[in-house]
């Protein structure tokens, strides 16, 4: 069965560290693939997402992820990260469906 | 600009007792809808999702069930509620019926089964 991995669940950084959250998928071939965000107290919401073209995906807030075929991976990464960015992260992949498998989620907490 | 409303925030309720999360959405018109729900450490799961008035799709095998009476409100029920459907359930909507379109979520409604 298709599935989306992260494996980091929790993750704890300082301010101005550098982040990446990995996101392994389980899909062959061509895929959508997404990163949302949950803010404490808010509503879920989409961070970046990559259907095709440059695999360097810019989003919100500095956010970026790459897309790399060979690895099936789409890594998020930030390089300085700040207080606001405690959230959860959620990486997500489709195929030609509208249905979303999502991963597990990432917890990052940032401190000052 | 679009809103998705969902009632109620918290719920706490007995084993065997029914269920009923109402879902709706503002500013856009013939939506996809969709329910998930996040159990600890699992993600989200694709419960329900419609296209369209009536028209339902699930994706899990489970205790629960789904309606859309109107075009822009979705319903999730159960007639007898069972101690693994405890969890967050998220409402959520979409247009324009592709898998790259965006999905908008809702507040979520935390349900804990007694």
């Known amino acids: 069965a298709q599935s989306v991995s992260q494996h980091n669940h929790h993750v704890i950084l300082s301010e101005a560290a550098s982040l990446e959250l990995g996101c392994n998928y389980s899909y062959g071939g061509t895929v959508n693939l997404f990163w949302y965000v949950q803010y404490p107290g808010q509503h879920l919401q989409l961070l970046l997402k990559?259907?095709?073209?440059?695999?360097l995906v810019k989003g919100i807030k500095g956010f970026e992820a790459e897309f790399i075929k060979s690895k099936f991976s789409f890594n998020l990464r930030k390089p300085s990260v700040q207080w606001s960015d405690t959230a959860e992260y959620f990486c997500?992949?489709?195929?030609?469906?509208?249905?979303?498998?999502f991963g597990t989620g990432t917890r990052l907490q940032v401190f000052p | 600009s679009q809103t998705i409303h969902q009632w109620p925030a918290t719920l706490v309720q007995p084993v065997g007792s029914p269920l009923s999360l109402e879902c709706t959405v503002e500013g856009t018109s013939n939506p996809n809808l969709y329910w998930y729900r996040q159990a600890a450490g699992r993600g989200l799961q694709l419960l329900f999702y419609?296209?369209?008035?009536?028209?339902i799709s699930s994706e899990v095998p489970q205790n629960l069930s789904a309606s859309r009476p109107q075009d822009r409100q979705f319903i999730l029920s159960s007639k007898k509620l069972l101690l693994s459907d405890s969890g967050f359930y998220l409402c959520a909507w979409s247009v324009g019926g592709g898998a790259k379109d965006t999905q908008y979520f809702g507040p979520g409604t935390r349900l804990t089964v007694l």
């Open positions: 990559y259907f095709s073209g440059d695999p």
């Open positions: 419609s296209v369209g008035i009536g028209q």
């Open positions: 997500a992949v489709n195929k030609n469906t509208d249905k979303l498998i």
